[in-house]
């Protein structure tokens, strides 16, 4: 898109946005539901799209649109309880005032929220951006990921079928480099809601004064102590570490380990990593291709760093293009970079630790803060889902996200005295 079919997109996001907020909101609760129904209607052909884009194995694939028609619906309904009600305040409960003054607190929208969902979740993270924003009553301009664009582009028309005001929701393909500082200055941008990595950064500090949804990245923290149950823990990590190859913000990124049980539990990873299996995402693989070129280049140069650092590999490197074979670090040290940075990939790195306050101040000495221990553990949708530190601002569910996606007006009604006199 051209920056002209930018600024005539979010014009008549603009002009549609006022008639939707008219629309009662029985009816976009409805509208809603429809789009979930169609979504999962042509979950397949969505599905192929994102194995064909992303390298997500098909069963993940599906699963993906499933759980994106489910949050539409689940934020029709909850966007009828959150919006339609409002809250009744009465002046004498607050010192020195009589009973003369009532108040009606109610949510209304924005107006116009940009969408960005990242390349692992395109459809899924722009519904769960969509679904708040629309049933709060805003307009949308959805900027799909580049990888990933054709997915959203799918996930949108089952919106136009689903009979929701023409001009209401575009999406706006391009590359970021062109037209993102406008969308994100625009004027008429009410509310930015971002899910990636450093571009968010860039993107907090042109904003301006509107609401942001921050959700960034993570260097999410194993932690394993003498008396865990290793069988358990080293089972979290494959699944934590290396499910969609590590492309994941709370994915496992770094195991911080006692030493007294470490071998043991190095030992059962590397046994576990061996059953894993690798190459293309059509024939269900566990571990498949990274998004990019520069992200495989990335990753390797991390894994490079260590090795000329000292660290010790319990598997041979394996690269063919973008396909990267299934790596645990061992012995890394505080002053490398893969001990920090965010591989996004099938690379995990293992730090033997003293004490459990080495591996505290480990996880607190980090930019990132998201999730620790386990496999991703965001939970259903609708739950709160936020970091601290340079891991984003704001937070992700869906109350969360129709909350932050409108603001409260106050209606005060003047009361004549004998009106709340008794007599």
């Given at each position: 898109c051209?920056?002209?079919?930018?600024?005539?997109c979010?014009?008549k996001?603009?002009?549609?946005?006022k008639g939707?907020?008219?629309?009662?909101?029985?009816?976009?609760a409805?509208?809603?539901h429809?789009?979930a129904s169609i979504l999962k209607?042509q979950?397949?052909?969505?599905?192929e799209?994102?194995?064909?884009?992303v390298?997500k194995?098909?069963?993940?694939?599906i699963?993906?649109?499933?759980?994106?028609?489910?949050?539409?619906?689940y934020?029709?309904e909850?966007g009828?309880r959150i919006?339609?009600?409002?809250?009744?305040?009465?002046?004498?409960s607050f010192?020195?005032n009589?009973?003369?003054?009532?108040c009606?607190?109610?949510?209304?929208p924005?107006?116009?929220?940009?969408?960005?969902?990242?390349?692992?979740?395109?459809v899924?993270?722009?519904?769960?951006k969509?679904g708040?924003?629309?049933?709060?009553?805003?307009?949308?301009?959805?900027?799909?990921?580049?990888q990933g664009?054709v997915s959203?582009l799918?996930?949108?028309q089952?919106l136009?079928?689903a009979?929701f005001?023409?001009?209401?929701?575009?999406?706006?393909?391009?590359?970021g480099s062109?037209i993102?500082?406008?969308l994100?200055?625009h004027?008429?941008?009410?509310c930015?809601?971002f899910t990636?990595?450093?571009t968010?950064?860039?993107?907090?500090?042109k904003?301006g004064?509107?609401p942001?949804?921050?959700e960034?990245?993570g260097k999410?923290t194993?932690?394993?102590?003498?008396d865990a149950?290793l069988?358990l823990?080293?089972n979290?990590?494959?699944?934590g570490g290396?499910?969609?190859s590590?492309?994941r913000?709370t994915?496992?990124k770094?195991?911080c380990?006692?030493?007294s049980?470490?071998?043991?539990?190095?030992k059962r990873?590397v046994?576990?990593?061996?059953?894993?299996?690798?190459?293309?995402?059509?024939?269900d693989?566990?571990i498949?291709p990274v998004?990019?070129?520069?992200?495989?280049?990335f990753i390797q140069?991390?894994?490079?760093d260590?090795r000329q650092?000292g660290a010790?590999f319990?598997q041979?490197w394996r690269r063919?293009g973008?396909l990267?074979?299934?790596?645990?670090?061992?012995n890394?040290k505080?002053?490398?970079?893969?001990?920090?940075?965010e591989?996004?990939?099938?690379v995990?790195?293992?730090l033997?630790?003293k004490?459990?306050?080495?591996g505290?101040?480990?996880?607190?000495a980090?930019?990132f803060?998201l999730?620790?221990?386990?496999?991703?553990?965001?939970?259903?949708?609708h739950?709160p889902f936020?970091g601290?530190?340079?891991?984003?601002?704001?937070?992700?569910?869906?109350?969360n996200?129709?909350?932050?996606?409108t603001?409260t007006?106050?209606?005060?009604?003047?009361l004549?005295?004998e009106?709340?006199?008794?007599g």
């Amino acid at each position: 898109c051209t920056p002209e079919e930018v600024n005539s997109c979010v014009e008549k996001a603009k002009v549609a946005q006022k008639g939707w907020a008219k629309t009662p909101l029985w009816k976009r609760a409805e509208a809603l539901h429809r789009f979930a129904s169609i979504l999962k209607e042509q979950k397949a052909p969505i599905a192929e799209c994102l194995v064909a884009e992303v390298a997500k194995c098909l069963k993940d694939a599906i699963t993906e649109v499933v759980r994106s028609g489910d949050l539409l619906a689940y934020a029709a309904e909850e966007g009828v309880r959150i919006l339609g009600k409002g809250d009744f305040l009465v002046s004498d409960s607050f010192p020195g005032n009589g009973r003369n003054k009532y108040c009606l607190a109610s949510k209304i929208p924005l107006g116009v929220v940009l969408a960005i969902p990242p390349f692992n979740y395109p459809v899924n993270l722009a519904v769960s951006k969509l679904g708040p924003a629309l049933v709060a009553a805003n307009a949308v301009i959805l900027k799909p990921p580049t990888q990933g664009g054709v997915s959203c582009l799918h996930m949108i028309q089952c919106l136009h079928m689903a009979g929701f005001p023409k001009g209401l929701v575009s999406a706006i393909t391009g590359k970021g480099s062109i037209i993102e500082d406008l969308l994100t200055t625009h004027p008429s941008i009410s509310c930015i809601s971002f899910t990636g990595g450093e571009t968010g950064m860039a993107i907090c500090r042109k904003a301006g004064m509107i609401p942001l949804q921050m959700e960034l990245g993570g260097k999410d923290t194993c932690l394993v102590l003498e008396d865990a149950d290793l069988e358990l823990a080293a089972n979290n990590i494959i699944k934590g570490g290396y499910s969609y190859s590590g492309q994941r913000c709370t994915a496992v990124k770094v195991i911080c380990v006692m030493e007294s049980v470490a071998d043991d539990l190095v030992k059962r990873v590397v046994e576990k990593m061996k059953k894993l299996t690798v190459g293309p995402p059509d024939k269900d693989c566990d571990i498949t291709p990274v998004i990019s070129e520069s992200s495989a280049n990335f990753i390797q140069g991390l894994v490079d760093d260590a090795r000329q650092q000292g660290a010790k590999f319990h598997q041979e490197w394996r690269r063919e293009g973008n396909l990267i074979w299934p790596m645990l670090v061992d012995n890394v040290k505080p002053d490398m970079r893969i001990a920090w940075e965010e591989p996004f990939g099938p690379v995990i790195p293992v730090l033997r630790i003293k004490s459990p306050e080495e591996g505290i101040h480990h996880c607190n000495a980090n930019s990132f803060a998201l999730q620790i221990n386990a496999a991703p553990g965001r939970g259903p949708d609708h739950f709160p889902f936020q970091g601290l530190k340079d891991s984003g601002i704001g937070s992700q569910g869906i109350t969360n996200s129709i909350n932050m996606m409108t603001k409260t007006k106050s209606t005060v009604i003047n009361l004549p005295v004998e009106s709340y006199t008794i007599g």
